[in-house]
Each structure stands twice: as structure tokens, then as C-alpha cells.
């Protein structure tokens, strides 16, 4: 715990030589800024509803994390005050009785009985601030040392702009402002904790003050997962409840906070059911999404890339990296890819083949945008937060030039700006690299700023063209019905042109229709007459300048020559090649007054 009070004589000691080993490192990191006197005032943002370790007498014991604070950061100060909007002000002594009646009987002379201390946040920071300034004119022999918790801070100086905010927020603001900036404060121990789970929803003035220290609370990781699983096993219980091991669970619970994995195994050992492996991906995808706050979709691969028709040079690439991938060999694996091309081309069917050829989590990132100042930037930062803890697991953003936004957005208070940052940070940090692999899907790769498609982020870019071959087309039939669990009669497939250049969704519409024409019939197979009176009904979109241009627009993205059809590599390769599809590209865009 954090030493006893300082005096001018006698000022407190680092940190090393008075906290446990066992303490995490973000206590830690709380400790050092604390003893470095520059800072009084502490947000700790991100995973702060999870259960903490809290060893006592020689036994494993969790709690929450302002009893770890009260009791074991601060366990040794005089006062520990903890409020939120709800219960307002309330002593946190742990289960100390002793320690609670001695804070109780001293701010009872101070403040009155509890039940007349007021809930007003206002008026709740006044008599705090009181406290301290009456505290700083103490003798330093009888000068009490004081840490107050805020829970749910967000909503005590929430997110805003400097004319939105009202006078109430805007004033407490100021109040921790010239709490953190006080040099009389920082030289005595007083402390003041703002907890959050999302820092975004905190105002900017105070988390980026370099007088506040901002500290992230990450998700457990391996090994404190392994702990917990070893005390939640410990009456011998779980091991006839499960199929698994501990260091099984350990190993399959990643992207979970300690909350969930005790629902998890609480689930395990008071159902009826054994938790087996079906039952724990089908729990652990649940909880992760409701972690998200459902902002992100697990998708479950059925296939691999087997399934994929065409593309055998991205093929190729995309298998190698999956077995460098799967062996651990992550050195050699991309940030991330840029799949383009026309619309109906497979790109999300391509992404989550390639998912299920790797063997590893799929996660599709829905909208998290929303029209409330800061949780869009909220949002997104939970999802990251989950993703570095859920890793390795591939990560598809679906029309990712819309998604993602870029540095000149304007007309949102600067929202999409931070949210192309945050983006940008993550999928460029190689700390992650084969952990987290980007996705990027979109038609109009053009569209998309360059900093996220650039070497080191989304670098290989893979071009998906409508099927140009009838042999293609013919096993595309055979693909897509294989999809849909479709029976086809041996001769089902007939001869199909490639001037009518139909797109994968095109061919899987057909087959669907001629399914339709079958069951009409009460036939469970479909025949050729089905699928040729399908094809003959068919209409294809004649939006034919647009996904011309988006054909265009994939080819100039493309990375390696290799993944281009023929017609297209030769086009690139001549002289002047790319220069001409340049100009066509931009004569379209210019017809289409894009």
C-alpha cells in the first residue's frame, strides 16, 4: 500500500520496497506517480467493473475496485471517502471494522451524521475540499491523510465542448482542475480517484491535463486468469463440471473480464449441462458481444478458403500466412488487408473463409458511431480494449471507407478525426502484429484514406473481379449451393456466358430462385430446368459506369501483380498502363459528378 503520511521533514518513500509482488501493474504504475509528487488527482479508466486480486491471510479473495483501493492502495491512510451520484458520500473501510469506526467518528465531528451529508455533488466537493484545506493547516504530527474514490467520474465532468457544457459540470470541472494544479496538495497525502470504464465520456480538459495521471485498467491476462480459475476450483467442483483443464480455461477465456469468466464457470457447475467446448465458444461469444455492448458480431467460419472459387495467387498468399499464423511465427504475417472490388465479388464470404482456414476468432465491428458527444470515441475504445485481450482473432470492417472516417472530417466536432486516429493507432502497432488481423472490406478502396491502407497497416491489398471464365462461373454454381446446403442433380449446372457477367451474389440469387422453383414443386434437389428458368428470369443491376469504376478502382489498389486476372495484369503491365486507368477512373468519376 501507498506509505503513511508525508511531513516537509519527512517526505513519503518510493513505492519498491512497500508493495507486494503480487500487485498489478497498473497499481504499480498508480504508486509511481503518486510518490513522483506531481499529481494528486488520478483517472483510472477501462476495465474498472472487473474483480480485483486481493490476497488476505495466505487465501485468494476478489473484490471490487474500490475495496482494492480502500484497503489495499490506500489501506494504511486515515480517511477513505468513496461517492457516486447514487449513494453519494460513504466511508470505504473494507471489512475493517475498527478502521471504519475511527473514519466514522472522525468525519462525524466534522461533517454531522451520515444521513445529513448531502448527495448535491456541489455541495458534496465543497465539503470535501473544506476537508483538505482544513487538513493542509493541521500540524503535520496530526495531519490526516485523505483518498476519495469517485465512481462513475464520467458523469461528475462529463465529455463536451467548452459552450456545452452546463454550469454545474463546467464548475466541478474546475474544482479537480485546481485540485490536480495545487503544489500544497501534492506535497501531503491526499489522493482523488476518478474511475470510468470509457475515458472518452471524461472531459478532455481533465484526462489530458499533464497535472492528472491517466491510468488504463486492461483485462486480465493469461495468468490472471489461470489464478482465478485455480480459486474458483478450489472445492474440487469444476473439474467434474467442465471437459476442460485450468490452463484450458485460461487459455480459451481470453477477451474476458474476471466478471464474466465467474458467470461462465458459476454456469458450468450449478446447470445441468456440462460446459464442453460447443457450450463455452457459444457462452464466450454471449459475453464478449454484451462486453462490447454489442458493437461487435462473432461470426463462426463453416469454410475455409477451399471453398473460395478463383483468386489462386491471393489464395496462396492468404494460406501462407495462415500457417505462418498458426504456428506462432507472427513476425512474418500482416498487419492487415484491403479486400476490394465491385460489389457481389465475395469480399466478407473471402474474409471469413480465410478466418476459417486460420482456425482462430472472427469478429465482425458493427456501427459504433453514435450522436452523443464522446461515446462514439467510447465505443471504440472498448472494442479495442477487447480485441488486444481477445487476439489473435481477425477483425472484418465491412464498406470500411464509411466506417472508418478520415482526418478532414468535419460538421461532427472533430468525432470522426479521433476516430480515424484511434483506428489508425491500433491497426499500425506491430506489438499486435498476428494478433489482431485487419480486414478491410470496400468497393471503393479510393475512398479510403491512405494512412490506413498503407505498408504496415491494411498492406495487402487483394482485388476481387467478377468471374471471367465459364469454368468459373460453372464451380461458382457449385460453391454457392454447397453454402446453402442446396442439393444439385448431377447435370443441374448448365452452360453460363461470361458476358453476362454475373457477380458471386448474382449466381447465389439465381441458385436461391431456382431452389424456389423446386420446392414449389416439392422436389428437395434442384435441376437444370430449375436453375436455366432462374437464369433466364434473372435481371442483373445496370449500374454499369459504377461498377466500372469500382473494378477500376480495385485493380489500382491491387499490391502484388499476380492477383490480377490475366485481362487486367496485361493492362497494368504496358507501358503507360496504369496512367490510362488513372484517366478512364477519373472520366467516370467525373460523369458521375462524384
Known amino acids: 500500500m501507498i506509505g503513511s503520511a508525508a511531513t516537509p521533514d519527512r517526505p513519503a518513500t518510493g513505492p519498491a520496497g512497500t508493495l507486494p509482488a503480487w500487485y498489478p501493474g497498473w497499481a504499480r504504475d498508480l504508486a509511481d506517480a503518486y510518490f513522483s509528487r506531481t499529481t494528486c488527482v488520478f483517472v483510472l479508466h477501462g476495465n474498472v467493473h472487473d474483480l480485483i486480486r486481493s490476497p488476505a491471510a495466505g487465501q485468494e479473495a476478489y473484490g471490487r475496485l474500490p475495496d482494492f483501493l480502500s484497503t489495499q492502495v490506500f ?53 470535501i475540499e473544506d476537508l483538505v484545506e482544513r487538513t493542509l493547516l493541521d500540524e503535520p504530527a496530526h495531519r490526516k491523510s485523505i483518498a476519495v474514490v469517485f465512481e462513475y467520474g464520467q458523469y461528475l465532468v462529463p465529455a463536451g465542448d467548452l459552450g456545452a457544457l452546463a454550469q454545474g459540470s463546467a464548475a466541478r470541472l474546475v474544482r479537480f482542475l485546481s485540485w490536480a494544479q495545487n503544489p500544497h496538495i501534492k506535497r501531503v497525502n491526499v489522493a ?103 458493437l461487435v458480431e462473432f461470426v463462426e467460419p463453416g469454410h475455409t478458403l477451399d471453398l473460395v472459387v478463383g483468386y489462386e495467387e491471393a489464395k496462396k498468399r492468404l494460406r501462407q500466412d495462415a500457417e505462418w499464423i498458426t504456428r506462432g511465427q507472427t513476425d512474418a504475417a500482416p498487419m492487415g488487408y484491403l479486400i476490394c472490388g465491385p460489389v457481389g465479388t465475395g469480399k466478407t464470404f473471402l474474409a471469413e473463409c480465410y478466418a476459417g482456414s486460420i482456425g482462430i476468432p472472427c469478429v465482425m465491428l458493427k456501427n459504433f458511431r453514435s450522436k452523443y458527444v464522446g461515446e462514439t470515441e467510447g465505443n471504440l475504445q472498448q472494442v479495442l480494449t477487447v480485441l488486444r485481450s481477445l487476439g489473435p482473432v481477425v477483425v472484418i470492417v465491412d464498406e470500411a471507407d464509411a466506417a472508418l472516417g478520415n482526418r478532414r472530417a468535419e460538421g461532427d466536432s472533430g468525432t470522426s478525426a479521433r476516430v480515424f486516429s484511434m483506428i489508425a493507432s491500433q491497426m499500425g502497432n506491430t506489438r499486435y502484429r498476428g494478433r489482431i488481423i485487419w480486414m478491410l472490406l470496400t468497393s471503393r478502396p479510393d475512398l479510403l484514406p491512405i494512412d490506413l491502407k498503407r505498408q504496415g497497416r491494411a498492406e495487402v491489398h487483394i482485388p476481387l473481379m467478377y468471374p471471367r471464365l465459364e469454368e468459373e462461373i460453372h464451380a461458382m454454381f457449385a460453391v454457392m449451393a454447397r453454402k446453402n446446403k442446396l442439393a444439385l442433380a448431377a447435370d443441374a449446372i448448365p452452360p453460363v456466358s461470361a458476358e453476362r457477367r454475373l457477380t458471386g451474389a448474382d449466381i447465389e440469387s439465381i441458385v436461391l430462385n431456382a431452389r424456389r422453383l423446386g420446392m414449389a414443386e416439392e422436389r428437395h434437389e434442384i435441376t437444370r430446368t430449375d436453375l436455366e428458368q432462374a437464369l433466364a428470369e434473372f435481371v442483373p443491376s445496370a449500374q454499369g459506369l459504377e461498377k466500372e469504376l469500382q473494378e477500376l478502382a480495385a485493380v489500382l489498389e491491387c499490391t502484388q501483380l499476380s492477383f490480377l486476372p490475366d485481362p487486367w495484369r496485361e493492362k497494368v503491365a504496358r507501358p503507360g498502363g496504369t496512367a490510362q486507368l488513372q484517366e478512364r477512373m477519373a472520366a467516370i468519376r467525373q460523369l458521375m459528378g462524384d
Not at 480517511?79 to 472522525?106: F, K
Not at 478532455?204 to 485498467?217: G, M, S, W
Request: net charge neutral; proline share 4%.
Open 75 to 127: 489501506g494504511g491512510w486515515d480517511l477513505v471517502i468513496g461517492h457516486d451520484l447514487s449513494r453519494g458520500l460513504r466511508i470505504l473501510a473494507g471489512s475493517d471494522v475498527a478502521r471504519l469506526r475511527t473514519m466514522a467518528q472522525y468525519l462525524t465531528s466534522r461533517w454531522g451524521e451520515p444521513a445529513s451529508w448531502p448527495r448535491d455533488p456541489e455541495r458534496v466537493l465543497l465539503m
Open 192 to 294: 482523488f480517484c476518478l474511475l470510468a470504464d470509457r475515458v472518452a465520456e471524461l472531459n478532455d480538459r481533465l484526462v489530458q491535463n499533464p497535472y492528472v495521471t491517466a491510468i488504463e485498467i486492461p483485462l486480465p491476462d493469461r495468468d490472471e486468469r489461470r489464478r482465478f480459475v485455480d480459486a474458483a476450483a478450489g472445492d474440487g467442483q469444476l473439474a467434474s463440471a467442465t471437459d476442460f483443464a485450468p490452463d484450458q480455461l485460461a487459455d480459451m477465456s481470453n477477451g474476458l473480464s474476471l466478471v464474466n469468466l465467474n458467470v461462465l464457470l458459476a454456469q458450468a457447475v450449478h446447470a445441468d449441462r456440462r460446459l464442453d467446448a460447443q457450450r463455452f465458444r457459444q457462452l464466450k461469444k454471449t459475453m464478449i458481444e454484451r462486453q462490447c455492448r454489442d
